[in-house]
């Protein structure tokens, strides 16, 4: 049984690493456009942030799997609350940045006749932060009924304990409620935002064909492209949503070790792997990538 966890720890450190790899890649590409610009496109700033923010999750997610699966004695009650205030404040930014980047690429990108879709695509900078600032209201909410339910932990054996207990249960489902609640509004948003792209695709798809222009155009690739990037956000993180909440369900039943590691190497799948689908997906990053990667080849034929 020993062979598992070495095999589930290596695969989670590959993760890690590549996903470092990804999102810091995108990180510096953008900072360093920005830098010889002296301005940043609203999309940059979207990628450079979510970037930022997963590479903050993956920390987060792996200290959270060596101190549950490793150092029992290093996850206080202290330490772990910490740790979860970091998570839910890193998997927040993470989450809605991946969001606002659905958007975007929706408004940018579709084509409806709408007045009030074409008042918001004129507008999709504005859009996009009216959206962040609003997700914020969900952060407050989950952190003040986390640290509720903390100072309930904290004083569980004080005062009357059948009370206590009982407020305990109800805190629980209030953070759980709110945890499902805060994943299940942006996830309904990104899905949206996919079904629209596939609509406006089939659209430009049927045009194309009436005037005899056949499919391939840059619309088109665009539409592709976008859609690429939203569907594996939603898949990847329908996977990491899925672990979580088995590996909340196995901590409060049957406490199995194994199960809460293998949820947590399928829940970093989510930061680490779709970084390589957005860097595929952007005509820059992309040409950056196959850039870096030439020079490594060129840079490992020298050495040789």
Known sequence: ??????????????????????????????????????????????????????????????????????????????????????????????????????????????????????????????????????????????????????????????????????????????????FMLANFIPFTISLTAVLLLIFSMWKHLKNMQLSGKGTQDPSTEVHIRAMQTVISFLLTFVIYLFAHIISLWNSSTQRNNLVHMVCKVLGILYPSSHSFILIWGNKKLRQAFLSLLWQLRCWLRKGK
């Open 1 to 178: 049984m020993a062979l598992i966890p070495a095999i589930l720890s290596s695969l989670l450190t590959i993760q890690f690493v590549l996903g470092n790899v990804a999102n810091g890649f995108i990180a510096v590409v953008n900072c360093v456009d920005w830098v010889k610009g002296q301005k940043i496109s609203c999309a940059g700033g979207i990628l450079t942030a979510l970037a930022v923010s997963r590479i903050a999750l993956l920390y987060v997610l792996v200290i959270n799997w060596y101190a549950t699966g490793f150092n029992q004695a290093f996850y206080s009650l202290e330490v772990r609350h910490i740790v979860h205030i970091f998570h839910i404040i890193t998997h927040h930014f993470s989450l809605w940045f991946a969001t606002s980047l659905s958007i975007f690429y929706l408004l940018k990108i579709a084509n409806f006749s709408s007045l009030f879709f074409l008042h918001l695509k004129w507008r999709a900078k504005k859009v996009v932060l009216m959206i962040l600032l609003g997700s914020l209201v969900f952060l407050v909410c989950h952190l003040t009924v986390l640290s509720i339910d903390e100072k309930m932990q904290m004083n569980e054996y004080k005062g009357n304990i059948t009370w206590e207990t009982n407020l305990g249960d109800i805190m629980h489902l209030s953070t759980h409620s709110l």
